[in-house]
């Protein structure tokens, strides 16, 4: 049996605890990281804003007229 005093006992605890806490971290940012690129990911895409209702929305890049999928007015 190893004899381990109460400071390295609570020592060992929250290293274990904040070794943890930084690996939830790193693969949350990671995960939210490739969803970001999978949303915003196509080239074949723009951003458009609406002037009527100032939403702003994803469309080919060839599109001239498009339709506000918030307002459902044409914009240029």
């Not at 990671?30 to 609406?50: L, P």
Request: overall charge positive; aromatic content about 8%; some cysteine.
């Amino acid at each position: 049996m190893i004899k381990l005093d109460l400071i390295t006992v609570i020592s060992i605890y929250q290293f274990i605890l904040v070794a943890g806490i930084l690996v939830i971290w790193i693969i949350a940012g990671y995960i939210k990281k490739e969803k970001v690129v999978d949303k915003a990911g196509s080239a074949n895409m723009v951003m458009r804003q609406c002037p009527v209702c100032t939403h702003i929305y994803r469309v080919d890049k060839g599109q001239e007229l498009t339709k506000c999928p918030s307002c459902k007015s044409y914009n240029k």
